[in-house]
């Protein structure tokens, strides 16, 4: 920074700076105009396209204060954390130079403006503490307040667990942070854009987190969260919620429980499969159309749609819970005409969660007020529709719907029909509800209207004609009586000035409405204001009633949705077991399904039993529906763990405890790494992993190597799944190579299917349909000549291939004559890459 003689401004700056993370860009209002200096002025007007200035050398930027709901989402977005110093007092009434404060700091994972939140998701503040062989990861939405800790073994899972969460920032440890940046890929690397912010060590000390842990749950101990002997549970949940409290710079009382969780009650799926499978947004997009919530997502209410969307991030792995969900389901799907009611009623209740949130930490309005009022005077209808199912699940979330009609009596008679957005506008309690307000108000409005009241009973009372009601500013209200009436004025009448030709008086009466009057609309403010502030305190009692009925109500939300999804669909309802069948009769995949409409999916069979039929071999020319086919597999053990019913005409499972993916050749070249080798790492990491419950989908692996090496490698992992006892997994194998088949003899578990085809002349039909056995045609140049490529290309691919085909009788000759021939032709071209295939197919 430049060396410059501080202003006592400039002085006021330099400490709000020092009381904020050195890494937060300081919005410092100025006036009409939050203005930023310095770094902080070059960061916001790159980001914002704004002109940067200088003012006495040192660079400055600003916007006007009303364009911070337009610039703050972008800052936000751009991953910048802002602090924001407004000023505390009127600049007019300011001695000296005016009072500013940091009202808040915003950093990605401690956003509270529903403007800056996607009402779909949570939006999680996390904290990653290392325990001894485990990491502690506590995760916090400050919008919602939910607060959950886990312990998780292993740097693949805990990736996983941040892209599950969609962490926004992560809280660690100076210490934490020099050993990542020591250690060459200690630190873990979520493929969602994850801010690392770095805080004192103190931070995570045991005792001063349990401390503080407690002092916010209002609890004597931690024992009862389950918490007792985790000291680096309570140590990452310590330090993420006093990150979280010092930048909202408030009470956050919403925050008043905090669950442990373990990654062993859910279907675990690895953040490949996570992206691979398209489970909440496709590979490509973000948001869920296309993906299989895009399908499911039939909820109501924000709550509803973030409950379902965990849910099919975190399928469950007991039996019993699943069951009771898929009862729910059930119930409600055979019952259209409630479910429709029970819907619509639904439909009416807002964001309860992120209103209590903001009634605690943010500017909650009245509008929002209102709106709880609203949505919790639907429950009562809620209840009595789930009353009529007599399901334990539904039951259970019935028992946790209490119903809170003082609270709602209460908004209603205080907050206006209409109210505005902002408390200052006046407006917002209903009349009616404060007699003092009430008298103000007229005071203020009626004012006129009572004085030429008095003026003409005082008329009438003296008998004075020209008598007068008048203001000024010296003595304010007064009556004027003009010099020849004087004998007429009452006693009561008070003399405060003498004119020419008239007296001025005053009466008790007349002061008393005066100071009504005058000041009566900036009081009827601050009385607003308070008894605003009143019902916000008396609704904050609610806090933890009104979620856990919000969190019952998502659950009800989210169940009816998977029974709407049922129905529009078609689903039926899976069986669960706990062996190791996977059995689906004519199932289809649930995102082509609904995206093709009716009957235009051609349905498949799939049969596995982890004996005979542990492993299925697909072959099949290219888009014949391989990968379509063996994902869609995946997807319906998802959506049966999840307690969803199903896409097919029937479906049996042994629960799964893991689904691996390795489908398509993802390029993963921002992270620097071959595709080959990326698929040796995703294969390598199911292999070390899969356990006899898993289930594996491979799709063409071995693709990224020269075609012997890719064909050794993906036989040996196909053996190495059914043959070594630490797997003989549930496996679903499409590969382009026929050799594989072979394993179908040798193998007892192998069995081989391919996708059918139809020859018609020269072209193929594809019959989408999956049935027994192999094919010895890959029909590579059939597709090839789909896609476009010129006829004369394809004549050649043909004769080459036929070359190739014989050469497997008699290899010397056929293939050192072919690819030489070839090879010359091209080298006269000038167009040979010393890597191309055919010279490796040359030197063989
Ligand atoms: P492969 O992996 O065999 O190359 P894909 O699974 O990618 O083939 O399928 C290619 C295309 O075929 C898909 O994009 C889809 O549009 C269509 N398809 C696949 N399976 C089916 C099916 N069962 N019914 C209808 N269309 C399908
Ligand atoms: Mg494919």
Redesign the pocket.
């Known amino acids: 920074m430049a060396d410059i003689n501080l202003t006592p401004m400039m002085q006021q700056y330099r400490e709000a700076k020092a009381s904020i993370p050195p890494d937060a860009v300081l919005l410092f209002r100025l006036g009409d105009f939050y203005e930023e200096f310095f770094e902080d002025a070059e960061k916001v007007s790159s980001v914002l396209e704004l002109t940067l200035t200088r003012r006495q050398g040192y660079p400055m930027c600003g916007f006007p204060y009303h364009a911070l709901d337009t610039y703050l989402p972008r800052l936000v977005a751009a991953g910048v954390k802002v602090a924001i110093a407004e000023q505390m007092e009127d600049p007019r009434l300011a001695k000296g130079i005016v009072k500013r404060q940091i009202t808040r700091v915003i950093t990605p994972g401690t956003i509270v403006d529903n403007a800056l939140l996607s009402p779909s998701c949570n939006n999680y503040l996390t904290c990653l503490v290392q325990g001894k062989d485990v990491w502690a990861l506590a995760s916090l939405d400050i919008s919602t307040g939910e607060f959950r800790v886990c312990r998780i073994a292993g740097n693949d899972k805990l990736a996983t667990e941040f892209n599950r969460l969609g962490a926004r920032e992560c809280v660690i440890s100076h210490r934490l942070d020099a050993r990542f940046n020591e250690e060459e890929g200690a630190r873990p690397e979520p493929r969602t854009k994850l801010l690392w912010t770095t805080v004192d060590n103190d931070y995570f000390d045991f005792s001063f987190a349990e401390d503080f842990l407690k002092r916010q749950f209002k609890v004597g101990t931690l024992d009862g969260f389950g918490l007792r002997d985790l000291p680096d549970a309570v140590s990452a949940a310590g330090a993420v919620l006093r990150y979280a409290t010092e930048n909202l710079r408030q009470d956050a009382s919403h925050i008043c429980r905090i669950e442990l969780y373990s990654l062993d009650s859910s279907l675990e799926l690895d953040s490949i499969s996570l992206r691979n499978l398209e489970l909440v947004e496709t590979m490509f997009g973000t948001g869920k159309n296309g993906s299989l919530l895009g399908v499911l997502d039939h909820t109501e209410t924000p709550m509803g749609g973030r409950k379902l969307r965990n849910w099919v991030l975190r399928p469950l792995c007991d039996h019993d819970a699943i069951v009771a969900r898929l009862d729910a389901v059930g119930a409600f799907r055979d019952d259209p005409l409630t479910l429709a009611e029970l819907r619509e009623t639904i439909g009416v209740v807002r964001d309860l969660e992120r209103i209590v949130g903001r009634l605690n930490v943010g500017n909650a309005n009245a509008r929002d007020l209102q709106t709880l009022a609203v949505s919790l005077d639907v429950l009562p209808g809620v209840k009595s529709l789930l009353a009529n199912f007599n399901v334990p699940l539904l039951e259970t979330l019935n028992g946790r719907l209490e119903l809170f009609p003082e609270l709602v009596e209460k908004i209603e008679s205080a907050i206006a029909e209409n109210p505005p957005a902002q408390l200052s506008d006046g407006g917002v309690i209903r009349a009616g509800y404060n007699a003092e307000l009430d008298e103000l108000r007229s005071a203020a409005t009626d004012g006129k209207a009572w004085l030429s009241q008095i003026q003409l009973r005082e008329q009438e009372r003296t008998g004075i004609r020209s008598l007068k009601v008048k203001y000024n500013s010296v003595f304010g209200y007064y009556i004027e009586v003009s010099k020849a009436n004087l004998s007429m004025v009452p006693e009561d009448y008070v003399r405060k000035q003498t004119l020419v030709n008239a007296e001025r008086f005053i009466t008790p009466e007349l002061k008393e409405l005066e100071s009504k009057i005058l000041g009566a609309e900036e009081k009827a403010k601050a009385l607003e204001a308070q008894l605003f502030q009143e019902l916000r305190e008396f609704a904050l009692q609610y806090t933890v009633r009104i979620q856990t009925a919000a969190d019952a109500l998502a659950g009800v939300d989210a169940l009816a949705s998977l029974a709407e999804c049922a129905r529009l669909h078609g689903y039926r309802r899976p069986r669960i077991f706990e062996d190791d069948r996977l059995i689906v009769k004519a199932g289809r995949?649930p995102v082509?399904d609904a995206a093709?409409g009716t009957d235009?999916?051609?349905p498949?069979d799939c049969l596995l039993d982890g004996d005979r039929n542990r492993m299925m071999l697909i072959t099949?020319?290219?888009?014949?529906?391989?990968?379509?086919?063996i994902r869609q597999t995946a997807l319906l053990v998802v959506l049966a763990q999840m307690g969803s019913f199903v896409p097919a005409e029937s479906m049996e499972l042994g629960l799964v405890d893991r689904i691996f993916t390795r489908v398509g050749a993802a390029d993963d070249l921002a992270r620097g790494q071959s595709t080959f080798m990326v698929e040796m790492v995703e294969t390598a990491n199911i292999l070390n992993h899969v356990t006899p419950k898993s289930l594996v989908i491979l799709d063409e692996i071995g693709r990224g190597t020269s075609t012997f090496d890719g064909l050794s490698i993906a036989w040996a992992v196909a053996e190495f799944l059914h043959d070594d006892p630490s797997c003989r997994c549930r496996t679903q194998f499409?590969t382009h190579y026929h050799e594989l088949t072979e394993l179908a003899q040798t193998r007892r578990g192998v069995n081989n299917y391919n996708?059918a085809v139809k020859e018609y002349g020269d072209q193929i039909i594809?019959l989408?349909q999956i049935v027994p056995g192999s094919t010895d045609r890959s029909y590579g140049i059939h597709v090839a000549k789909l896609a476009g490529i010129p006829q004369p290309v394809i004549e050649r691919a043909n004769v080459i291939l036929e070359l190739l085909e014989k050469a497997a009788d008699a290899p010397r000759d056929a293939i050192s004559a072919l690819p030489r021939q070839t090879v010359k032709a091209r080298r006269r071209k000038g167009d040979v890459d010393e890597n191309d295939d055919m010279i490796q197919l040359r030197l063989l």
């Open positions: 995949h082509l093709m235009k999916f051609v498949n099949g020319p290219n888009m014949a529906g391989k990968s379509t086919y499409a996708v594809f989408r």
